[in-house]
């Protein structure tokens, strides 16, 4: 009987370490994405459920056999997605239906205004959360610059395919343009095309 007891124990505890924080040493907190997504993409690939936030594996129709399973086990890799964020970011994220929606805020079809006023929402997030930390005006400056760069990759890249030829020219822009700036291009050009 104990024997029995033990071996229910054991398999219990197994099933449910699965769906654990992802124990990946480092949280996803705004300033840290590129090292963050390498790192939790090799996590989940050795879990076996990159398809959860790759495309892989959609969504199938709730009336599918394999819907329930498939239910679980999303809630399961964005239960790890959310886990491996600093707390000051979960609200941006927690609202997203799919693993996949988590890690890739985009335009999505949508428009143009809320993709950019969504981007605007979380960076004001970000920035109260994690105020600049240089304190000489020159470093001020400098990560200011880094920051507002790296948030013009992040709105082009979010962009549907149809806008491909206004973030290639934006991209050629000189000097670089602000993330306010490359909007107003591609917010130009979307009117066009309207």
Same mark, same amino acid.
């Given at each position: 009987?104990?024997?029995?007891?033990?071996?229910?124990?054991?398999?219990?505890?197994?099933?449910?370490?699965?769906?654990?924080?992802?124990?990946?040493?480092?949280?996803?907190?705004?300033?840290?994405?590129?090292?963050?997504?390498?790192?939790?993409?090799?996590?989940?690939?050795?879990?076996?459920k990159l398809g959860y936030?790759?495309?892989?594996?959609?969504?199938?129709?709730?009336?599918?056999?394999?819907?329930?399973?498939?239910?679980?086990?999303?809630?399961?890799?964005?239960?790890?997605?959310?886990?491996?964020? =600093?707390?000051? +970011?979960?609200?941006?994220?927690?609202?997203?239906?799919?693993?996949?929606?988590?890690?890739? *805020?985009? &335009? !999505?079809?949508g428009s143009i205004e809320k993709y950019?006023?969504?981007?605007?929402?979380?960076?004001?997030?970000?920035?109260?959360?994690?105020?600049?930390?240089?304190?000489?005006?020159?470093?001020?400056?400098?990560?200011?610059?880094?920051?507002?760069?790296?948030?013009?990759?992040?709105?082009?890249?979010?962009? =549907?395919?149809? +806008?491909?030829?206004?973030?290639?020219?934006?991209?050629?822009?000189?000097?670089?343009?602000? *993330?306010? &700036? !490359?909007?107003?291009?591609?917010?130009?050009?979307?009117?066009?095309?309207?």
């Open positions: 009987m104990t024997q029995v007891l033990n071996q229910n124990q054991t398999q219990t505890h197994t099933t449910n370490s699965d769906s654990s924080a992802a124990q990946i040493g480092i949280k996803l907190d705004g300033s840290n994405y590129p090292l963050w997504s390498q790192i939790f993409e090799m996590y989940i690939s050795g879990k076996d936030i790759n495309g892989d594996l959609p969504q199938p129709l709730s009336t599918d056999p394999g819907f329930r399973k498939w239910r679980t086990e999303n809630a399961i890799v964005k239960g790890w997605l959310i886990n491996s964020m =600093d707390t000051s +970011l979960i609200g941006n994220f927690i609202r997203f239906p799919t693993a996949k929606m988590v890690t890739k *805020v985009n &335009q !999505a079809g950019y006023n969504d981007l605007q929402h979380l960076w004001r997030e970000i920035d109260f959360r994690r105020p600049n930390p240089m304190v000489c005006p020159v470093d001020i400056q400098k990560y200011n610059s880094i920051i507002q760069e790296d948030r013009v990759y992040v709105f082009l890249d979010g962009l =549907d395919d149809r +806008l491909d030829k206004i973030r290639s020219d934006v991209l050629q822009l000189q000097p670089f343009p602000t *993330v306010e &700036q !490359a909007y107003a291009h591609v917010r130009r050009e979307d009117i066009r095309q309207a």
